[in-house]
């Protein structure tokens, strides 16, 4: 696209002790292609710009992955499948209940879910969290390279930005961190009445869901057909029902790559 570096090269060398490797072929067409069957599976529609966009994240994954170990998923195709659709198929129900001015993605690793939906809305502030400066680091390479406005990086714990109620969250969504009790207590502190809060999970965790605290509660479980993965994936909308801050503190951390 016009006006912008090379997507997916890292400008900084890689730290001391890092284990170099080849990142694997990039066939930028045929990947265009599998994206737009991937969107049509999930019947919505997208302009080219973005489209392309989330191909140019996706070859910035592939080549920091070389370095920085950002996600043991390592061929591009897999990462479409596993990474850039999987976090696509929540954008439908999610913007039935928007729109989002200001979304929080807690523990946003390689940029998934934040990335995807700060591409696909272009006009909402998306606030990641990511408390490793490796992954933080390259979010921050997204953010300038993909040319991003809106994407904003804090590289600490969601614990450390209860106060910072300047956020002002309308959805806080996860995928792959910890657990739901965790994820609840952690962000108990930022919810609103109209806050939406989301966690995107593999099979229904029916335990974790008993596990809730007794202020929080699953309001639906959203079942998920993703294009192109034969994985059981869930979008779990919670709600809270009780006055903030009676949830419990844990630590943190992530359950997946």
Known sequence: MAGRKEAGKPSRPAPRGAVLRTAPAFDRNALIGALDEGLAGLQMAMPQSQRERLIDYLALLSRWNAVYNLTAVREPEAMLAQHL???????PPLAARGPFRSVVDVGSGGGLPGVVLAIAWPDAVVHLVEPVGKKAAFLRQ????????????????????????????DLIVCRAFASLSDFVSGVDPLVSPTTTVAAMKGRL???????????????QALRLDVPRLEAERHLLMLERIGEPGSAPSHRFARNAP
Request: hydrophobic letters at 45%.
């Open 85 to 91: 659709l999987d976090s696509l198929a929540i954008v």
């Open 142 to 169: 997204c953010a300038s390279e993909l040319g991003l406005a809106g994407l904003q990086v804090h590289m600490t714990r969601i614990e450390s930005l209860a106060e910072r109620r300047e956020l002002d969250a």
């Open 205 to 219: 965790p029916a335990d974790e869901i008993s596990c809730l605290p007794k202020n929080w509660r699953l309001q």
